[in-house]
Each structure stands twice: as C-alpha cells, then as structure tokens.
C-alpha cells in the first residue's frame, strides 16, 4: 500500500498507523518487521488507554483522606459521654464542658459537638458506625493500635503479621498512595500531612517519593508561603505537650497552604491530637480537639468546594484508625487488651456517593476497604489483589435502601 505521508511524519506501510520513525530511532527505510510489530503494539496500547479514559464512569478526580487518630463512634454518634463529661478527674475545672457541649438528647450533643458532620456531611454524604442501629465498620486487624490501624486503612488489609508495633520502621507493605504516585496520571500529586512523626514509615516516604509532612517537620522548599514562614517559626516556638506528635492546627494548616498553593490530586491528612488527650486522660481537651477539627473538617470542605479544581470531581473520606474503651479508665486506651477498641467510623462525600446521611441499617464494614474503594472512586482497579472489596455504597453501588 503506497504511503500518503510527507515530510517530518514518517510513515510505515501499515495502513491504520501513522507514527513518527524518530520514536524508534531509525530511518524510515530500516523499518522492519520487529519495528512494525512495536508499531502494532503502541497502537494497542494506545487505543486501550483511549478505551479506559472513555470507560470512566466515575466523577472523582481528586481525593482527600482525613483520619482523627483513635477518635471514638460514641462521642462522633452520641455527642460528649455522660460518664465523662463532668468528671473531676478527667477534666481540669468541673462544669466547664457543660454549656458548650453538654444536652440531656445525644442528638442535640453531637450537633453541639460536630455541627459540620452533622448538619452538611451527614445531609449531604454518608455516615458509618452507629452501631446503637448495627452499622457496624470493624478494623480487620486484632491488634487495636496506630500503625497496624493506619496499615490497614492506606493498604487495603491488616497485616497482624508483620505490623505488630508502632515502631519506626518502613512498611514492608505498599499503600493506596504509593500506588497511585507511582501512575503518571498522579506521580508527584500525592501529598500527605500528619501530626504524628511515624507518619513517613507508615507511607515509606524513602521508597514511594511521597513527601510526608509529619512530627514536627517544617515546610520546605525555595518557594515558601509567608504562612508556610510563619507556620514554620511557630511550630519551633510551640512545641506542645508531646514528643512524637505535634498538635493539630500545624497539620491542618500547612496541608491547607500545600491545598491551595500545590493542589495535590491526592491529600492524606492525619490529625492526631485526639488521642494523644485521651490517653493523658484530658476529657475537656479531647472534647475541643474534636469540636475544633471539625471546624477543620468544615474549612477542608469549604476551600474545595470553592475551587474550581476541586468542586464537584473531589472525595472526600474521614474516618479512624482504631477506636478506644468504654469504662472511666479505659477510653483512654486502646489495643487488644480494651474491648472494643476495633470499632471505628467512616465518614464519606464526593460526586460518586448518595447522600444516604447516617446509615440506620444493619451491616458490617472494615476499615481494609477503603484502599480498593479508592482506586474504584477514581476508575482504577487496585492491583493488591489480597486487599478488602470495596465499600459498594460508596461507589453508589448500593445494598442499603
Ligand atoms: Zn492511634
């Protein structure tokens, strides 16, 4: 079949491609058939990636990832706990949380205590883990702890194995992230934000290039904000209760700046303050800091709403990476030992999901789905195949009615 081609674009005598024979370093003349069929193969390839773009049927583009480290399902469903609220040993003045959080309804008091959850994410997307009605959302891990929880959570399965401590040590395991920065549709957009300083050997910030803001890490780069300066000298001059975790408005607002400045296509965000109040046994701060990161929440939200980048084509998840005990003594703990401290809470809105608000039916879901959701809220199979199935419901696949 003669060729139709002139000039730079040399062509092959295949007659349904046409491209370049620079792409292969060869004149046109030494074409032959090995580079016939790599032609044949791009073209493949090519027509498949044009395939998958159009079969994308979901609306997610972006994605953000909040976890409040160890915050428990019965404040998030039943506002501040009556066995705790008032007392003398878990909070410093007696009667001080009282008017600020404090109703004999548990409605009214988790409006009072998270009135962005509940008056715009429970209207407008879904709400798990009250289980006074069975919707019951499980760590798949028995251990109960941060870094087995936050495996979990960012890997798609627990791994009881081999992630037994919340030592420093790199996950052997690869995250959603690390996936998916590994794609060229996302490599480099992937950011991630902690209050807790094992935050970039959860994410093996070494091995999968995602940069870990995280403990008490200052921003860095050639082109700092004036916030990121002022975030930066202030984080030095605070240092805040704790050696491993910096407290929250650190976090949230140098992942505010990267938000707004270097819009990451995805965003993980680990505020970490709540537990680290409980297990001081501090009800009155722990309280605050969930009040106040909900404000957070509510600011997340708002700032990617208002973006043109974001709106509408952006997913939003909240949830936890353990849960914590019931009694006067052990809510302020967690691991195996506590009863109970496998029960978190998810919550979830974007493009994709119903707004089905607060789930009132029975079923059971576990923290390891998250990972596959994910990768399905941004039309992409996941490729651990031990990984959980996904959150159907999320997806708008839903069982629940
Ligand atoms: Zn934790």
Redesign the pocket.
Known sequence: MASSCKGLLQCTENPYISIPSFLFGLPTNEFSTMNSFKLLLLTLLLFSQNLFAQSKTTKTEHLVLVTL??LRWQELFGGADSLLVDDTGMVEKPGSLLGDFWHSDPLVRRAKLFPFVWGTLAQQGQVYGNRYYGAKVDTQNKLW??YP?YNELLSGSADDSRIRSNDKVPNPNKTFLEYLNEMPAYRNKVMAFGGWDVFPFIINESRSGIPVNSGFTPAIGTALSETEKLLNRLQKEIRGPWESVRLDPFTHHYALEALRNQKPSILYLAYGET?DWAHDGRYDEYLKSANQTDAYLKEIWGTLQADPHYRDKTTLLITV??GRGTSKESWKS?GADVAGAGQVWLIAIGPDTPPLGEIKQEGQWHSAMLSRTIFRLLGQDYPDGKAAPEWKEILGQTRLK
């Open positions: 480290d160890g702890f941060s929880g537990d990476d353990h967690h």
